[in-house]
């Protein structure tokens, strides 16, 4: 096992730090009651760990507060200070200078599905959202600071998930590629009052969803446990949907602020949406002292790329966001990551009207190959135990392809899955062979 030596100019620095922690929790009334200090070395970064006793806090959330993790860092001199609450409550101090971030990432094409990449952090690690318990979220960046960029990879990574979209784009300079895109679910958004449309829209597909799941008596309670009962019973799942609201601050305010139509509608999709598989960004160039409340109370994850406000950027979880150079585009502060590059793509994979397919991995493009060649596209559990697979692993792939409408059960074949002709399309331009796309055997009762 490897040691770590840390230097004494190291542990002065934390004994400081330990120190000046547990005072700032007393001054306002918090105890600072801390079961261990750590100090190590991870990726080229010195951090402080400061694990607290969780059994003697009584109420956790005043110790998780992004506002205290501001004011943690005033109180220290302005060193980062990130909350870990994976097991229990821990202080991540850094006490090291920042590493660089590389100045461009390219958005991998490898990203799992279900998941929303945002970008890598300092250490390399991606930052990886799980879409079916994502939190809203609030992107913030001036013209060229990288965030026109990044709102389009989260479209774009939507749509490679099979996601519908609805896009607000005033200035007409964000999503213009998409216009007719067969994932759009309304045209995109091009006026105050078209944006406040598509958001009465998406709660008007809350209330669908509400009386869907209803009607079911599981009674589900989120999107994914309703289209694993839906698959179950071969019936359609639902699709999530992605709203985008670029400009939001500038739409906001035309339409009565915070208090105003747009407000209340955002605050109604904000609580709601979730449940029902609908998220929605906020992205804006700054908001305003009104708009600014609210719009972070309805987000659990804020990026600010470069900004002109800095009580703006400090407000919302993203200290120093004013000081990001104009040379470093996509380079943003999150208010739970720390410093992100986020992820790059070219305008041009969003082209117009074009057809993202999703990816497939390699394996299973192996097991898809061979069920067409050696099963007529019939797939079971007993096939890919046979073929190599887990019984669970291959249990949870044909759960997970069922739910993507690549195989399905024929009733008029045993009740046996088989590939559907919407994966044999996907399959089809990976092999350069258009017999793929004839051999997908869709069901009697096939999938869309």
Wanted: aromatic share 6%; charged share 20%; proline share 6%.
């Amino acid at each position: 096992m490897t040691s770590i030596t840390i230097s004494h100019r190291e542990m002065r620095l934390a004994e400081s730090v330990s120190k000046q922690l547990a005072n700032a929790l007393v001054r306002r009334k918090l105890q600072p009651a801390f079961s261990d200090f750590y100090i190590t070395h991870l990726a080229g970064l010195t951090p402080l760990i400061a694990v607290l006793d969780t059994a003697r806090l009584g109420d956790h959330n005043p110790y998780t507060s992004q506002d205290l993790l501001h004011q943690l860092s005033t109180d220290l001199g302005g060193l980062p200070v990130y909350l870990s609450n994976h097991s229990g409550i821990r202080y991540v101090i850094l006490l090291s200078p920042l590493p660089k971030l590389p100045r461009r990432v390219d958005l991998p094409l490898d990203v799992p599905r279900g998941k929303l990449a945002i970008g890598v952090r300092f250490s390399g690690q991606p930052v990886l959202l799980d879409w079916d318990t994502m939190l809203h979220l609030a992107v913030l960046g001036a013209t060229g600071s990288g965030k026109s960029i990044f709102l389009q990879s989260l479209v774009l990574q939507a749509i490679r998930d099979e996601m519908q979209v609805l896009l607000s784009d005033i200035d007409q300079t964000t999503f213009g590629m998409l216009e007719g895109h067969p994932n759009l679910a309304a045209p995109i958004a091009s006026t105050p009052q078209e944006a406040l449309g598509l958001i009465e829209q998406a709660i008007a597909e809350c209330d669908r969803r509400a009386e869907l799941f209803k009607a079911i008596p599981e009674r589900p309670q989120k999107l994914s446990e309703y289209n694993a009962l839906m698959v179950k019973q071969g019936q359609e799942p639902l699709p999530r949907i992605l709203v985008v609201l670029d400009e939001a601050s500038s739409v906001l305010t035309a339409l009565g602020g915070a208090k105003g139509a747009m407000g209340q509608a955002l605050a109604t999709l904000g609580w709601r949406g979730r449940k029902f598989g609908i998220h929605f960004v906020f992205a804006a160039q700054e908001f305003t002292k009104d708009i600014l409340g609210p719009v972070r109370d309805q987000v659990g994850l804020t990026l600010c790329f470069r900004v002109r406000n800095a009580q703006m950027a400090e407000r919302m979880g993203c200290k120093r966001a004013e000081h990001i150079p104009e040379n470093r585009p996509g380079l943003a502060i999150s208010n739970r990551h720390g410093p992100i590059q986020t992820y790059f793509v070219e305008a041009s994979s969003l082209g117009q009207g074009q057809k993202l397919l999703p990816s497939l991995n390699d394996l299973e493009l192996t097991l898809f190959t061979r069920a067409q060649r050696e099963t007529s596209g019939r797939l079971s559990i007993p096939i890919l135990v046979g073929w190599g697979q887990r019984e669970r692993a291959a249990r949870q792939m044909l759960a997970d392809w069922e739910l993507r409408g690549w195989v399905l059960r024929d009733p008029q074949r045993d009740n046996a899955r088989y590939i559907t002709s919407k994966l044999a399309e996907i399959m089809s331009p990976l092999h350069g062979d258009a017999s793929y796309r004839q051999a997908g055997q869709a069901p009697s009762n096939p999938a869309r």
